[in-house]
């Protein structure tokens, strides 16, 4: 009869149970409702973040469909020496942007068009037609639009 030498295994480890209260979800989303969720995961965001030396970029409401659902993006990143953190889609955009008739600086700019005011969030030079990105201020859908009407907007922007 050969005896156990075996070390017994130490227990599993479980994850912790995570105990509230259980809310009843909201029939509809809001945007006030929608903004303080922002808010409120933003800071539990930058409380991770800066345990571990890093940066968050504020998060951004985009896909809002407020009877069911939207969408926030943080952006995480170490800090650079200004401060900021990296955004290739700015660094990109601030050296095709003169290519466009556009300045590096229009990146994050925002203009007037159909009555909604758009944010500048990116370029693509694969796009010809439509090269710019744009958001939407009110709801964060994305647009593609002609740099030629994207710089007219921001002209007619200007004070």
């Known amino acids: 009869m050969k005896k156990n030498t075996r070390k017994p295994r130490p227990p599993k480890e479980t994850p ?3 105990t509230s209260t259980k809310m009843s979800p909201p029939r509809n989303l809001t945007p006030e409702l929608c903004e303080r969720l922002r808010r409120d995961m933003m800071k539990a965001c930058l ?18 469909d407020l009877r069911h659902s939207f969408s926030i993006g943080f952006r995480v ?5 200004d401060g900021a953190i990296y ?3 700015k660094a990109m955009f601030e050296v095709l942007a003169p290519h466009f008739g556009l300045e590096p600086s ?3 700019r ?18 010809p037609k439509y090269p710019i990105s744009t958001e939407r201020v009110s709801d964060g859908r994305g647009f593609k639009m002609p740099a030629e009407n994207v710089a007219m907007y ?5 004070p």
């Not at 409380?47 to 809002?64: K, N, P, R, Y």
């Not at 990143?77 to 020496?81: A, D, H, Q, R």
């Not at 925002?110 to 796009?127: A, Y």
């Not at 921001?154 to 200007?158: A, N």
């Open 110 to 127: 925002t203009f007037k068009t159909g009555g909604d005011l758009h944010r500048i969030v990116g370029i693509n030079p694969n796009r």
């Open 106 to 108: 229009d990146y994050r």
């Open 87 to 89: 955004s290739p889609d």
């Open 77 to 81: 990143g170490i800090p650079m020496e």
């Open 47 to 64: 409380t991770v973040a800066e345990t571990h030396g890093l940066m968050v970029e504020d998060g951004e409401l985009s896909d809002i």
């Open 154 to 158: 921001l002209q007619r922007s200007d």
């Open 16 to 18: 912790p149970v995570l």
